[in-house]
């Protein structure tokens, strides 16, 4: 039998109550970082959180005193802009998505990773067209929700880069055309100076700039800046004291090159200015002006004392090349080179040979095509509609299905809906022509999860992204029912400015102008 000595047993004590006391700090120390790691992700997050609500942030008072409000968009006696970019950005982990679709179908584009908010559940309703007319609905459950707002940030980096010292310009940030381009998500906005404010007093500001411009800058799938943003030097021509430079814009990739359109005024004769379609090369720096094979036809479409108008171009790729669609009522597709030589490729007409009336065509342009399966490429498109009481305009934004063989419009659905609390937060800008809140579309993308995402203005004041989910569920119930029912040719001229007259004004129990 072996014995332990005391001064061992003394020793193997004092070893057991060091150890033991050094377990207790390390099991403190953990507790003390678990805890402080749990702080600060909780920090993260709700950081995270209110920092995306660019748009909901709305003080009790007034939405004027929020931070999308006129102090942060250049008014006189504002305060210095000093808010870090990524103060404005919304943030989400997670995504993914799977795949699909059938033969000639493009690679779906990334998951856009942002906070969903403000969703709204609303029944899709819309109809499929043949040769006579609507002849089949389709309606779907689906869900918009608002994932981003760019504004008011654009607007900030906008006007830091003005010299405009006297700061007296407001700035509105319109039309969020998107793309993704080389893994980012490429942004193309129209910089609105709102110098019609001043028009009725003749109170102009000091430094006098044209009222239009675009805003470039690229971001990541997590909306973070990855580029400066940059004034596209666009030397457009000044034609009136209002409602210069280039307007609308909308982006397209073509054989590997990336365009923006956008229409704008200018002459191509002495005293005969055209509001006319422009393509920009962005990696030439430097305009494309397409010329139509036979002219225009636009310009046999307006009274002598109103200005031409082409614009609202919708580009469509094919086949890496290059399409428009000029118009949907009566439809005109148009193929362009990359250099601006179009021809139309499909041409419809009526024996009264209509080709555009502003109180009549109500279906105008909008987004890009993208390519769902082809045939079949989907856009949103905008319609303007004039209210007979006060001759105020009436917008509304629809998805729209065309095949590209043969060209014609398969689906229309009825207007897109939001939540309305996006309207209420954001200001009419222009409520001595409009009175009811709108979007307005330019920018589109087709994700992997078969999420669309829409980039749009509300009520012509803040920029910002519109996700429509459950997109997939109503694009495979319009395909089967046209693939079941395959018409030879699209509705008669004229058919859908009359259908979505009757829609409207069945569902907005609004008189509106239709001649």
Same mark, same amino acid.
């Given at each position: 039998?072996?014995?332990?000595?005391?001064?061992?047993?003394?020793?193997?004590?004092?070893?057991?109550?060091?150890?033991?006391?050094?377990?207790?700090?390390?099991?403190?120390?953990?507790?003390?970082?678990?805890?402080?790691?749990?702080?600060?992700?909780?920090?993260?997050?709700?950081?995270?959180?209110?920092?995306?609500?660019?748009?909901?942030?709305?003080?009790?008072?007034?939405?004027?005193?929020?931070?999308?409000?006129?102090?942060?968009?250049?008014?006189?006696?504002?305060?210095?802009?000093?808010?870090?970019?990524?103060?404005?950005?919304?943030?989400?982990?997670?995504?993914?998505?799977?795949?699909?679709?059938?033969?000639?179908?493009?690679?779906?584009?990334?998951?856009?990773?942002?906070?969903?908010?403000?969703?709204?559940?609303?029944?899709?309703?819309?109809?499929?067209?043949?040769?006579?007319?609507?002849?089949?609905?389709?309606?779907?459950?689906?869900?918009?929700?608002?994932?981003?707002?760019?504004?008011?940030?654009?607007?900030?980096?906008?006007?830091?880069?003005?010299?405009?010292?006297?700061?007296?310009?407001?700035?509105?940030?319109?039309?969020?055309?998107?793309?993704?381009?080389?893994?980012?998500?490429?942004?193309?906005?129209?910089?609105?100076?709102?110098?019609?404010?001043?028009?009725?007093?003749?109170?102009?500001?000091?430094?006098?700039?044209?009222?239009?411009?675009?805003?470039?800058?690229?971001?990541?799938?997590?909306?973070?800046?990855?580029?400066?943003?940059?004034?596209?030097?666009?030397?457009?021509?000044?034609?009136?004291?209002?409602?210069?430079?280039?307007?609308?814009?909308?982006?397209?990739?073509?054989?590997?090159?990336?365009?923006?359109?956008?229409?704008?005024?200018?002459?191509?004769?002495?005293?005969?200015?055209?509001?006319?379609?422009?393509?920009?090369?962005?990696?030439?720096?430097?305009?494309?002006?397409?010329?139509?094979?036979?002219?225009?036809?636009?310009?046999?479409?307006?009274?002598?004392?109103?200005?031409?108008?082409?614009?609202?171009?919708?580009?469509?790729? =094919?086949?890496?090349?290059?399409?428009? $669609? &000029?118009?949907? !009522?009566?439809?005109? #597709? *148009?193929?362009?080179?990359?250099?601006?030589?179009?021809?139309?490729?499909?041409?419809?007409?009526?024996?009264?040979?209509?080709?555009?009336?502003?109180?009549?065509?109500?279906?105008?342009?909008?987004?890009?095509?993208?390519?769902?399966?082809?045939?079949?490429?989907?856009?949103?498109?905008?319609?303007?509609?004039?209210?007979?009481?006060?001759?105020?305009?009436?917008?509304?934004?629809?998805?729209?299905?065309?095949?590209?063989?043969?060209?014609?419009?398969?689906?229309?659905?009825?207007?897109?809906?939001?939540?309305?609390?996006?309207?209420?937060?954001?200001?009419?800008?222009?409520?001595?022509?409009?009175?009811?809140?709108?979007?307005?579309?330019?920018?589109?993308?087709?994700?992997? =999860?078969?999420?669309?995402?829409?980039? $749009? &203005?509300?009520? !012509?004041?803040?920029? #910002? *992204?519109?996700?429509?989910?459950?997109?997939?569920?109503?694009?495979?119930?319009?395909?089967?029912?046209?693939?079941?029912?395959?018409?030879?040719?699209?509705?008669?001229?004229?058919?859908?400015?009359?259908?979505?007259?009757?829609?409207?004004?069945?569902?907005?129990?609004?008189?509106?102008?239709?001649?």
């Amino acid at each position: 039998m072996s014995t332990v000595s005391g001064s061992e047993k003394m020793s193997e004590d004092r070893c057991r109550a060091k150890c033991t006391a050094m377990l207790a700090i390390r099991w403190h120390m953990f507790r003390v970082c678990l805890s402080i790691a749990i702080v600060a992700m909780a920090a993260t997050m709700a950081f995270t959180y209110f920092s995306s609500r660019n748009l909901e942030r709305v003080d009790s008072k007034s939405v004027y005193d929020s931070d999308l409000g006129p102090v942060n968009r250049g008014l006189r006696g504002s305060n210095e802009i000093n808010l870090d970019r990524s103060y404005w950005s919304g943030r989400k982990t997670g995504g993914g998505g799977g795949g699909g679709g059938g033969s000639k179908t493009r690679p779906l584009d990334p998951v856009i990773q942002a906070v969903e908010r403000q969703c709204h559940d609303f029944a899709m309703g819309g109809y499929l067209f043949n040769e006579h007319g609507r002849h089949s609905m389709v309606t779907e459950d689906l869900v918009t929700c608002l994932v981003h707002s760019f504004s008011p940030y654009v607007e900030q980096e906008a006007a830091r880069r003005f010299l405009d010292p006297a700061r007296e310009n407001v700035y509105f940030a319109n039309s969020p055309a998107i793309l993704w381009n080389r893994g980012e998500l490429v942004l193309v906005s129209r910089i609105w100076l709102d110098r019609e404010k001043y028009e009725p007093r003749n109170d102009w500001p000091s430094n006098h700039f044209a009222d239009n411009w675009l805003y470039m800058q690229r971001f990541d799938a997590r909306l973070r800046p990855v580029t400066n943003g940059s004034i596209l030097g666009i030397p457009a021509p000044k034609q009136w004291w209002v409602g210069d430079g280039p307007i609308e814009p909308r982006l397209v990739e073509v054989q590997g090159r990336l365009f923006v359109t956008f229409n704008s005024a200018m002459a191509f004769k002495q005293n005969r200015p055209i509001d006319y379609t422009i393509m920009w090369d962005i990696d030439q720096n430097a305009p494309v002006i397409p010329h139509i094979e036979g002219g225009t036809p636009m310009v046999n479409a307006t009274d002598k004392d109103d200005m031409p108008r082409d614009k609202h171009w919708m580009a469509l790729v =094919d086949n890496d090349r290059l399409f428009f $669609v &000029h118009n949907l !009522d009566p439809l005109r #597709v *148009l193929h362009c080179t990359l250099a601006g030589f179009c021809k139309f490729v499909h041409r419809e007409t009526d024996r009264t040979r209509f080709i555009f009336s502003d109180a009549r065509s109500h279906l105008r342009g909008g987004t890009p095509f993208v390519l769902y399966r082809w045939p079949y490429y989907v856009s949103v498109a905008h319609t303007t509609m004039y209210k007979k009481t006060n001759h105020h305009r009436y917008y509304t934004a629809h998805v729209v299905v065309l095949s590209v063989r043969p060209y014609r419009v398969v689906y229309i659905s009825n207007d897109i809906q939001i939540h309305p609390k996006l309207y209420r937060m954001a200001p009419m800008v222009r409520d001595r022509y409009i009175d009811e809140g709108f979007i307005f579309p330019v920018g589109l993308v087709l994700d992997r =999860d078969y999420n669309l995402d829409i980039g $749009v &203005h509300v009520n !012509d004041y803040s920029s #910002v *992204l519109i996700r429509v989910k459950k997109f997939r569920n109503l694009m495979e119930r319009v395909i089967a029912v046209d693939i079941q029912r395959p018409p030879i040719r699209g509705p008669p001229v004229g058919y859908l400015n009359q259908h979505i007259h009757d829609l409207l004004v069945n569902l907005t129990h609004i008189d509106m102008v239709h001649e």
